[in-house]
């Protein structure tokens, strides 16, 4: 089935994005070639082509965006037992080094050595071709769709997320931030059994959509401007858990204060490298302030969840597009253009819209 075909998305330098042939590349012993199916940009793939950079990751030379994907496998290395040609995956596009403290204590996120598809010097698989370590690959059951394929790293975001915050069944969760990241958080407390479920934008189409995906409460903070009142008011109490996926000055700090004594915050969002937060206070009424990165060992979850059917995370797709209209996906993304939430790049070269 493999033709010479490779069309891949190659971000040049900030601003200069482009459709380009590469060679298919030969899995090696433990990988195995996929032919990409669905994947979705993400707020990090369209920073990447809008600034250059994220923090000290810089594009300085040309680099394949994409790392929300799945798969088809095409090939197999010759070590590889646990996948065949013609499995349904997803990929897990972050591979540690298997051998420092961090991976062999279960911590493989912190990895300093971590290959990460789009994250520079790595290359993503917005592409026809691309080979991926096989125990880094999901195999989906068959009523698990290409697309809630590569749904599952948003999703394990959030998973992961929830997971640091101990989310557990009849917890009263506050979501900051009602994007992508935002609304799998909602999934992810959901499924982990949170009762209520409230969440913050200043954009009503986003908060409409984490309605429909079970937010039990929605806050538009541009009307809004007492907030912690305001959810004391609508739940008689404060949230005990909170999960900021903005990470600015304003919501870290809401977050802090809106969290009931004794609570977790998670920050998830990195939109302020430093902050002024009421440190004394948050310390004074024991709120625990945790980070996250990325996510370890959440694949497996984020799939049960989907497979099970636990959550939907098909309403966060909004757009379609061929490999071939790449530059005009990205301008949806980017823009949010036709309210778009999770605009999905089919890369298979027989997909019809
Ligand atoms: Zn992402
Ligand atoms: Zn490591």
Redesign the pocket.
Known sequence: MTTKDNLTAVLYKKEDLRLEQRPIPVPKDDEVLLRMDSV?I????VHYLVHGRIAHFVVDKPMVIG??ASGIVDKVGKNVKSLKPGDRVAIE?GVPCRVCTFCKTGKYNLCDEMVFCATPPYDGNLTRYYTHPADFCFKLPDHVSMEEGALL??LS?GVHACRQANVMIGDSVLILGSG?IGLVNILAAKSMGASTIIITDIVDSRLAKAKELGATHTINTKSITKVKEHIEKLLGDLPNKTIDCVGAEATIRLGIEATRAGGNLVVVGLAADEVKIPMAYALSREITILGVFRYCNDYPLALDIVASGKVNVKPLITHHYTLEETLEAFETARTGRGNAIKVMIHANADYKK
């Open positions: 979705g993400c707020g990090s793939d790392h929300e596009p790293e948003p975001v992508p």
